[in-house]
């Protein structure tokens, strides 16, 4: 079942349009450039806030160019121990965040908001806890000769070769590939949408 009218999606994610598209969803994508808060920006965020705030910052960027639309921000925050790892800014990054992330277990919280034809908003986010294999230096230059990860918080995709790097996943999949589905499917059905 699709929805009435289009949805706008407030992300270039092809994850998240993939997501969207398994779910049923009818959607355009509305990619916004927006000031995201990372770094000493995102000093004292939990997890949860830093990913709902993102996400509000795209979703208001869309809505002002989409009134009367439904538009949905989102936004994916890996997180260990009070530690965010973003998108890496370079091979050898991505190289760092997964000789950090091995043997480990972080969380994975993807933060979204809803803006409906009125302006009021739904805000939620959910939260999945990742364990990684231990990793062979190896193992690290095979993944990352495989798998384009710079577009991907902390360096890594769950839904590419995620088997050769994750032992253990605890919570929704497709939370860590970029979209609470299955939180996401409950809030638009709540709205008579899905």
């Known amino acids: 079942m699709t929805l009435g009218r289009r949805l706008i999606l407030a992300s270039g994610s092809p994850r998240r349009r993939e997501l969207l598209t398994e779910l049923g ?55 260990l121990e009070g530690r965010f790892f973003g998108k890496p800014d370079s091979p050898e990054e991505a190289r760092d965040f997964l000789r950090e992330l091995s043997g480990r277990t972080h969380e994975v919280t993807t933060g979204c908001v809803l803006v409906d034809t009125s302006g009021e908003t739904e805000v939620f986010h959910e939260t999945t806890r990742v364990t990684f294999r231990v990793l062979s230096e190896e193992t690290i230059a095979r993944y990352l000769a495989d798998v384009q990860v710079l577009d991907k918080a902390g360096g890594y995709a769950l839904q590419e070769r995620g088997e050769w790097i994750v032992e253990r996943v605890e919570g929704s999949r497709s939370n860590v590939i970029g979209l609470p589905v299955e939180a996401l499917a409950r809030v638009l059905r709540k709205r008579g949408l899905l």
């Open 25 to 79: 969803v009818d959607f355009e994508v509305e990619t916004v450039e927006v000031h995201e808060l990372e770094g000493d920006s995102a000093r004292g965020f939990s997890p949860g806030e830093l990913a709902r705030e993102n996400a509000r910052r795209k979703a208001a960027a869309a809505a002002e160019r989409w009134p009367g639309r439904l538009v949905l921000g989102a936004d994916t925050v890996v997180a």
